[in-house]
Nanobody, 125 residues
Framework: QVQLVESGGGLVQPGGSLRLSCVTSGFTLDSYAVGWFRQAPGKGREGVACFASSDSSTDYADSVKGRFTISRDDARNTVDLQMNSLKSEDTAVYYC??????????????????WGQGTQVTVSS
């Protein structure tokens, strides 16, 4: 059974940093993608960043380029999202998701098959 569990959310001041982790289990595929998405109150779900195992490629939303970095940690079996220079508009529930049997990655949530339960990130002074 595929499972994804997020951790690392919390309250941080503007300009601060957080590192989110997504622990994945239940699949041992050569080709999959892991994406990070977020949903702020009253807004739709937004793709933030993704990682593709097939070629280690990544993609980012324009709103987070240069501030967020997605990476895979094979030792911990996680896909992490390092978030720097956080802004109040980054406040949201962050979800990780996986798309199995795919080459490359994208930020379209309808392509993703399995989802975690989410972790809250609040950026406020």
């Amino acid at each position: 059974q595929v499972q994804l569990v997020e951790s690392g959310g919390g309250l941080v001041q503007p300009g601060g940093s957080l590192r989110l982790s997504c622990v994945t289990s239940g699949f041992t595929l050569d080709s999959y993608a892991v994406g990070w998405f977020r949903q702020a109150p009253g807004k739709g779900r937004e793709g933030v960043a993704c990682f593709a195992s097939s070629d280690s490629s990544t993609d980012y939303a324009d709103s987070v380029k240069g501030r967020f970095t997605i990476s895979r940690d094979d030792a911990r079996n996680t896909v992490d999202l390092q978030m720097n220079s956080l802004k109040s508009e980054d406040t949201a529930v962050y979800y990780c998701a996986t798309e199995v049997w795919t080459v490359g990655c994208d930020l379209e949530d309808y392509n993703y098959d399995y989802w975690g339960q989410g972790t809250q990130v609040t950026v406020s002074s």
